[in-house]
């Protein structure tokens, strides 16, 4: 048997986000998500869309509750732009909204548990795509900079560790390259900008919070994965160091060293999809030094030469190689046979303690998806029987110890999620929670994993 204890002031939690937990009750404008699902409901599992989901906007008390009885000492969620300002152009906010978040903060801390609060969690107001194109428009850059410091001016004196975005690069690839977000566009060159655009509204969320000298730390939340090759060979790893170089460190090199990599301008320049920019921008994003950074893993990408000619008309980063599966893989039966690989997270975390400058991090959003049939009926004991995610949350986690004991500068977990919540486009085909969330009636059922991680989070340490 062995014993991994973590360092202490480990932070044990869940991540979720505003649009999948709230519900649209009393919201002040729609976000892309909600006109989306309204215009075409077909593209979303069982047409399910954001309208209603774990209602946290009325049940927020009984949840912080919930949180605390499985020993949580921290929780990331994000406020909605779409429901807390109600004039984009002003930022000027909408009462109602200050009074719930204030609520729904001050109920954490009143439990002793610490919110994390993100700004965007892919949730564009849908009158800003649609009058201006969303982070396509240089304005939209200042608008989001409004609603940082509204949100800062608000809550800031009560949050001490702010977001400024979830995963920056997924609204790139879902809205502008592979069709699973909102405009659901296929432009290369448009995604660049997009990309780009993104990056300086991050960088003038963080300068401007700086600039309001709160007490507290900002970071940022990058999905990262090494590139994993097929055998090796030299052509396969020139087709990692691509993946590596788009995928990763396109966002990363600028959010946590401040730098823009030569080599991924050169790949703009070649393609002809250099963004628009100004010597100001550029500015920005060298002088916004971030605080922390938060690292989603859930699946390593793994990749080969291009064997295939590149067909499309468009940019993609596969232009630069091709995705490969593992034939000796492991492999989630019930996450579309997703690839399964625990030592990432050692990779991941030795890949930010060597190239990174050891910046603190954790580990923003790690979890194993399950389908209401895999997870099974509720048992005798009133909980649901999950314990594969035990099994695979506890080597993850090993994974985590080790590079901890190896000088990685981690300092906390945080799993997806908390109560089962609505997830995009699939809805709620997957299920990640310590609850279940029962659709019909909105109870909220515990899963046996949740009393794992109640004994973990209390003692800072497991054994096996
Ligand atoms: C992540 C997202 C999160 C959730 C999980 C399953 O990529 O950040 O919102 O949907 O996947």
Redesign the pocket.
Known sequence: MTTYTFPEGFLWGA?A?GI?TEGTTNKAHPSIWDTWHENNPERFFKEIGPAKVSQTYERFQEDVALMKKIGMNSFRTSIQWSRLIKDFETGEACPDAVTFYLAYIDEMIANGITPMINLY??DMPAELQDQYGGFESKHVIKLFEKFARTAFKHFGHKVKHWITF??PI?PVEGGYLYDFHYPCKKDGKLAVQVAFNTMVAHAKAVLAYHDMKLDGEIGV?L?LTPSYTRNGSDADQEAAWYADLLFNRSFLDPMVKNTIPEELCQILRDNDIMPAFSTAEIDEIKSAEVDFLGV?Y?VPRRVKAREAEYTLDYFTPEKYFENYINPQGRFNPFRDNNEILPTAVYDIAKNIQDNYGNIKWYLA?I?I?MDLESEGPVQHDGMIDDSFRTELMTEHFIQLHRAIEDGANCFGIHQ??FIDNW??L?SFK?R?GFYRLDLETGNRIPKRHSTWFKELATTNQFTV
């Open positions: 991540a986000s999948q969690h892919f979830n995963e997924v939340v999905n989603n859930y959003e979890g998806a997806w999620t997830s995009w699939n997957r990640y």
